[in-house]
């Protein structure tokens, strides 16, 4: 199956730093990439859709010049969270496709917790 | 805009018996899929079983099966013979049919296998 990782597995950083999470598709090439947030015992949220080459597309209500996403490659996909703060504390997932050609289906990386101190 | 459903935060079964999660959705959307979500407690996505709203047939996966009621707008999931490794998160999720789009996700039922 096709698999996605991301790097870091887990970050701590002080608050007014920037930190960039990875989210790489390994073994096909992901057309399309998402990012989703979860909180402490609650469900999966989409903040914004990534395609390769093009600018993100961010979901009502996330902060585009806070979360800044870049698809730059057919398999590589970063969100850097910039000046953190600790409400921005959580854990990020991201999830690749290939819509257009391998599959429809999304499959997700392990995931990033974020603990801004 | 989509919603997605799940009315059961928790629920909790011996193991071999049978359980089934419910999820709801609405949509003015015709071509859709409907997923559903296997959170463990590693955190990591796993994909249980899929439908496509085109189908009629209700999707199986080993001992994991739908019951998908397009006219209720109803998807729910049945597990037979629930094993300890069964405990988890689960959650229901909508994408539109293009596919381009995001996964849109209930709030999770925590399913908890008991020995």
């Known amino acids: 199956g096709a698999v996605v990782s991301q790097h870091p597995s887990r970050v701590i950083c002080k608050s007014g730093t920037s930190v960039k999470i990875e989210c790489r598709s390994l073994d096909f090439q992901a057309t399309t990439m998402f990012w989703y947030r979860q909180f402490p015992k609650q469900s999966l949220m989409l903040m914004a859709t990534?395609?390769?080459?093009?600018?993100?597309?961010?979901e009502q209500g996330v902060e585009k010049d806070k979360f800044l996403i870049n698809h730059a490659s057919l398999t590589l996909s970063t969100l850097t969270v910039t000046s953190a703060h600790p409400e921005d504390s959580s854990f990020y997932i991201c999830?690749?496709?290939?819509?257009?050609?391998?599959?429809?289906?999304?499959?997700f990386g392990p995931g990033t917790r974020l603990t801004v101190t | 805009a989509q919603t997605v459903t799940q009315s059961q935060p928790e629920m909790s079964v011996q193991e071999a018996e049978t359980v089934t999660l419910s999820c709801t959705y609405d949509?003015?959307?015709?071509?859709?899929?409907l997923f559903w979500y296997k959170q463990p407690p590693s955190r990591q996505m796993i994909l249980v079983i899929r439908?496509?709203?085109?189908?009629?047939q209700n999707a199986t996966e080993n001992r994991f099966s739908v019951n998908f009621q397009k006219a209720a707008k109803s998807f729910s999931l049945k597990i037979s013979d629930s094993q300890l490794g069964d405990t988890a998160m689960y959650f229901c999720a909508f994408m539109d049919g293009g596919g381009a789009d995001g996964l849109t996700f209930g709030k999770g039922t925590h399913l908890i296998i008991q020995p």
């Open positions: 949509t003015s959307e015709n071509n859709y899929y």
């Open positions: 990534s395609n390769e080459g093009s600018k993100a597309t961010y």
């Open positions: 999830s690749a496709s290939s819509p257009g050609g391998f599959s429809y289906e999304q499959y």
């Open positions: 439908q496509e709203a085109y189908k009629q």
